[in-house]
């Protein structure tokens, strides 16, 4: 049983949360200044166009920020310490809060590339974390 808090999908979202039960990673799409934006909303943070569409990502990008949590967010976390949050920056342009996945956090560097993973963590929620990419740039590989 899934212990830790959860989304609550709203009539804007679903989309987004549907698509990833799905395997697909979903961005809001503007086709006024042709941006992508992330969360999903009603109108474009950029341009304040309300023409905007679903587009499916990449699920590839880098690791713009992170840290290490090595004391639990509350009882829900204390069986997945240490582990990694981190801001992702999406090939497509938006970034996004979430998990980084992997055996070793000390091994996690800005700049590293991550791709998507879906976890399935009850019947209707699937969540977007990362995990490592392959083929790593040397630069990246070496934390530099």
Avoid at 26 to 52: M, N, Q, V
Avoid at 79 to 100: C, K
Avoid at 113 to 132: C, G, P, S
Wanted: glycine letters at 6%; a neutral charge.
């Amino acid at each position: 049983m899934y212990e830790k808090p959860l989304p609550i999908p709203d009539a804007e979202t679903i989309p987004f949360w549907t698509a990833l039960r799905h395997g697909q990673l979903l961005l809001k799409h503007c086709t006024g200044c042709r941006r992508f934006h992330f969360y999903p909303r009603i109108i474009c943070p950029f341009c304040s166009c309300d023409a905007l569409e679903w587009k499916e990502a990449s699920g590839r990008g880098e690791i713009y920020t992170y840290t290490v949590a090595r004391r639990p967010a509350g009882p829900a976390f204390k069986a997945s310490v240490p582990y990694v949050v981190a801001l992702v920056q999406l090939d497509e342009g938006p970034r996004m809060m979430t998990n980084i996945v992997c055996d070793d956090p000390n091994e996690i560097r800005i700049g590293l590339r991550v791709a998507v993973q879906y976890d399935d963590v009850t019947e209707d929620i699937t969540l977007a974390k990362f995990r490592l990419a392959q083929n790593q740039p040397a630069t990246c590989r070496e934390g530099k």
